[in-house]
């Protein structure tokens, strides 16, 4: 159960789009479509975003978006806005009843 | 409204054993995943095992075997992490996450405050 691999930054500025990507193997991301990504911001306990590759929960912004390809997902943040600065972790189901993270990306609104 | 609520803080020498505790109001207790999930300062989030209460069940990440046991009373709505064997490294606020309805069963919908670990002699 390797975690799953996330660049460490990405930056944008005020209402530019930023997508996040999400690696992992056929044994997690590309064999379920089961992805999740949480929003963390300082301090604080975190927020799912997204959740089944691209379903958002009630009351998340239609800013955010997810998707994923083979073994890659990705979370796309359009809008930029100040607030959306805060760490970003994706989770795949990985089969036997296990998750595993992402390493993690820190989001840098310009 | 789900809402988790988190045992406090604790300190614990090293080689000894933690008890977390993690207590679900609002929603039904015994039909959804719960997770337990860890933070070490400064780094990521780490998935440790859940348990879906119904089944009793617990299933573990393999770099926590042997060491981690979850487990769940379905009377208080309470789910219960145990780490044993603490060495420094398990300094960490821990969370639990219950699964959200309609969701994949390892979906953390709702998430406890967090209880911070801090393994020191």
């Known amino acids: 159960q390797s975690a799953l691999t996330q660049p460490a930054s990405v930056s944008g500025s005020p209402g530019q789009s930023i997508t996040i990507s999400c690696t992992g193997t056929?044994?997690?991301?590309?064999?379920?479509?089961?992805v999740s990504w949480y929003q963390q911001h300082p301090g604080k306990a975190p927020k799912l975003m997204i959740y089944?590759?691209?379903k958002r929960p009630s009351g998340v912004s239609n800013r955010f978006s997810g998707s994923k390809s083979g073994n890659t997902a990705s979370l796309t943040i359009s809008g930029l806005q100040a607030e959306d600065e805060a760490d970003y972790y994706c989770c795949s189901y990985a089969g036997s009843s296990t998750l595993v993270f992402g390493g993690g990306t820190k989001l840098t609104v310009l | 409204q789900v809402q988790l609520v988190q045992s406090g803080a604790e300190v614990k020498k090293p080689g000894s054993s933690v008890k977390v505790s993690c207590k679900a109001s609002g929603g039904t207790f015994s039909s959804y995943a719960i997770s337990w999930v860890r933070q070490a300062p400064g780094q990521g989030l780490e998935w440790m095992g859940g348990i879906i209460p119904i089944f009793g069940t617990a299933n573990y990440a393999q770099k926590f075997q042997g060491r981690v046991t979850i487990t769940a009373d379905e009377s208080t709505s309470t789910a219960y992490m145990e780490l044993s064997s603490l060495r420094s490294e398990d300094t960490a606020v821990y969370y639990c996450a219950r699964a959200l309805a309609g969701a994949a069963a390892g979906t953390c919908g709702y998430w406890g405050q967090g209880t911070l670990v801090t393994v020191s002699s």
């Open positions: 056929s044994s997690d991301v590309g064999g379920y479509n089961y």
């Open positions: 089944d590759v691209s």
